[in-house]
C-alpha cells in the first residue's frame, strides 16, 4: 500500500544550529538505564550492563546530521561542462532516519534531480545532503522539502525535483501495525514546479524509463 503526499515548500530550516545545551555524558547514560527499567528489565544484568554506553555512541553516529551543514557540502561547484544544461538525476539514494514522533526508524531511498543553469555539483555531494537531513529527527514530507530547498537555494538551478520512498517503523512496528507499507512524498521548484512535462521526465527517469 503506497501513500502519496506531495509536499509545499516550507520555509527552509537547513542552517539551523544544534541544540548547544546538550547533556553530558552521565546524564545520557542514567537516561538510557531509566528506559531499560522502563521497560521492565534489569539494567544491571549482564547484558544490559554496557548498553546505555552504547545507546549514547550509537545516537551521536545516527543524529550526527544535527553538527553538519547541508549548505556547505554544495559549496563545490564546476562550470566546465561542456555546455550540458539537461537534467541530471541521482536516484535510489539509500537512507535509514528516525520517526521525529516515536524515534524509531524511518527505511528508504531518495531521488534528486536538478536542471543545471551554467553549473553542476558532485554527485556525491547530493548522497550527502540526503544523510545529513537523514540523521537527524525527520519526518518524510519535511525531509524531502529541506533537500530541494538546499539545493535550490544554494546551487541557484532552474530546478529541483526530490521523491522519497520510505517504509516508517512507527506504522510497521506499533499501531497499525502494517508491513510493507511504503510512503511517496515529492516536491518540485522552478521549472518543475509548473511543467508537468518535466515531472513527467523525472518520475520515467526514477523509475528506470528511457527517455528521449
Request: contains cysteine.
Amino acid at each position: 500500500m503506497d501513500a502519496v503526499i506531495k509536499q509545499k515548500m516550507p520555509a527552509s530550516s537547513y542552517l539551523d544550529k544544534p541544540v548547544t545545551d546538550r547533556p553530558g555524558q552521565h546524564e545520557v547514560e542514567a537516561a538510557v538505564r531509566t528506559l531499560l527499567r522502563w521497560t521492565g528489565d534489569n539494567p544491571d544484568r549482564e547484558g544490559l550492563i554496557d548498553t546505555p554506553k552504547r545507546v549514547a555512541k550509537a545516537f551521536r553516529e545516527m543524529f550526527n546530521g544535527y553538527d553538519m551543514c547541508p549548505a556547505e557540502e554544495l559549496g563545490r561547484t564546476f562550470e566546465e561542462v561542456a555546455g550540458y544544461d539537461d537534467l541530471v538525476v541521482v536516484r535510489d539514494i539509500q537512507f535509514h532516519s528516525h520517526c521525529e514522533h516515536h524515534m524509531v526508524p524511518i527505511i528508504g531511498k531518495a531521488h534528486v534531480g536538478y536542471l543545471p543553469d551554467g553549473k553542476v555539483v558532485g554527485l556525491s555531494k547530493i548522497a550527502r545532503v540526503v544523510d545529513i537531513f537523514a540523521h537527524r529527527l525527520q519526518t518524510q514530507e519535511s525531509m524531502t522539502a529541506q533537500i530541494a530547498n538546499v539545493i535550490q537555494d544554494v546551487l541557484n538551478p532552474r530546478g529541483v525535483a526530490v521523491m522519497i520512498e520510505a517504509e516508517h517503523m512507527c506504522m510497521a512496528m506499533r499501531g497499525i501495525r502494517k508491513q510493507g507499507s511504503t510512503t511517496l512524498t515529492s516536491t518540485f521548484t522552478g521549472t518543475f514546479s509548473d511543467n508537468a512535462e518535466e515531472q513527467i521526465r523525472f518520475m520515467t527517469m526514477v523509475r528506470g524509463g528511457l527517455v528521449r
